[in-house]
C-alpha cells in the first residue's frame, strides 16, 4: 500500500512573527549598530530589536520538530533532512561571503584606505562551510553569521534527537531532558547552541503526550509564546 504524502499546511501566525523579527532586527542594526544613526528617539525605538534573533531561535524550535512529526519522520532519514537544510540555508548565506570578501578587496583599493591589507585567509573561508569558525578560534568574516552558526546546530541536535522526543516511551523523554540539562549547565559561551537550548523549546508542542492534540499548529504556538 502506498502512502499518501500529507499537504504541508502553513500557520499563518508563524509567518507573520518571521516578517515582524526580521523587521525588529533590521531595524536594531540601522539604529543602533550604525554609527551614522542619529541619537535620541530614533535610536532607542530600536535598542530591542535583537531580540527578533531570539525569535527566530523561538519559531525554529517549534516548525522544524512540527513539520518533523507531520513528515513521520524516522532516525534513518536524518541525511536527507540535513542535505534540505543544507540546499535552503547554505545558497544565501555563500553568495553573502562571497559578497563580504568582494567588498573588502574593493574597499581596500581605495586611496585612502589605512586598515588591514586584504589577504584571502583560506583556512578561515573553508571554515565557514562548516559554520566551525569560532569553534577554533576564528572570526567570521561577517560578525552575524553566528545566528546561523547557532541554527544548524540545532538541526544537527534536532535531526539526531527527534525519535526521542516524539517516543512515547516517558524513559525516552527523561533521557532527552536530561541530556538537555547537561548541555545548559555545561553552558561557558554564546557561540554555542546550548546558551540558547532554552528557546529552542518548542519542540515540547509536538512530543508525545500532546501530538495528537486537534490543532497542533495553534497549540504548539501558543506553548512556545
Known sequence: MTRTSTPEKRIETIDLL??????????????NANTIAA???LQASGKYGWFGVEIFFVISGFIIPYALHRGDYRLKRFPTF????????????LVSILLVL?????????????????HLDIARILLHLGYLNVLVGYEWLNPVYWTLAIEF?????????????????????????RLEFACLEGTVRRIHLSFYLSVFHGHLAVSAPVR????????GLALVV
Request: charged share 15%; aromatic share 16%.
Open 18 to 31: 518571521r516578517g515582524l523579527a526580521a523587521l525588529a532586527v533590521c531595524w536594531f542594526h540601522l539604529t
Open 39 to 41: 541619537r535620541g528617539i
Open 82 to 93: 540535513l542535505v534540505k537544510r543544507i540546499t535552503r540555508l547554505d545558497p544565501p548565506y
Open 102 to 118: 568582494l567588498t573588502s578587496y574593493l574597499i581596500s583599493l581605495a586611496p585612502h584606505y589605512q586598515g588591514e591589507r586584504f
Open 153 to 177: 546546530q540545532y538541526y544537527l541536535l534536532i535531526g539526531l534527537a527527534f525519535p526521542l522526543i516524539s517516543s512515547r516511551s516517558p524513559w525516552k523523554r527523561l533521557l532527552f531532558c
Open 212 to 219: 495528537n492534540y486537534q490543532r497542533q499548529g495553534t497549540f
